[in-house]
C-alpha cells in the first residue's frame, strides 16, 4: 500500500497504539464514517497530510533564507 509517497509504502505492517481522550475518540470514528472508510486509514491519511503540510512549511522557509542571501549578494 502506498499513500502518497515511499514513506508508506510497506510490505510488513506495524502497530500503533495511542491513547487518546473520549471525545477525540468519538470525533475520528465519525469523520471516517463520513468517509467511507476505516479509522485505521483515516489516521495514515491525516499523518500523511501531516507530513506533507511540514515539508511544505519547510521548503517555505528554505526558501526564504535562499532569498536572504540572494539579497546580500546582489547588494554587494
Known amino acids: 500500500m502506498c499513500i502518497g509517497g515511499d514513506i508508506?509504502?510497506?510490505k510488513k505492517r506495524d502497530r500503533i497504539n495511542i491513547n487518546v481522550n473520549s471525545d477525540f475518540k468519538e470525533l475520528v470514528i465519525k469523520k471516517a464514517?463520513?468517509?467511507?472508510?476505516?479509522v485505521s486509514a483515516y489516521i495514515i491519511i491525516a499523518v500523511n497530510e501531516y507530513i506533507?503540510?511540514?515539508s511544505v512549511t519547510d521548503m517555505a522557509i528554505m526558501f526564504k533564507e535562499l532569498e536572504k542571501k540572494m539579497r546580500f549578494i546582489e547588494s554587494d
Open 52 to 54: 506533507k503540510q511540514n
Open 33 to 38: 464514517d463520513e468517509m467511507g472508510i476505516s
Open 8 to 10: 508508506l509504502e510497506t
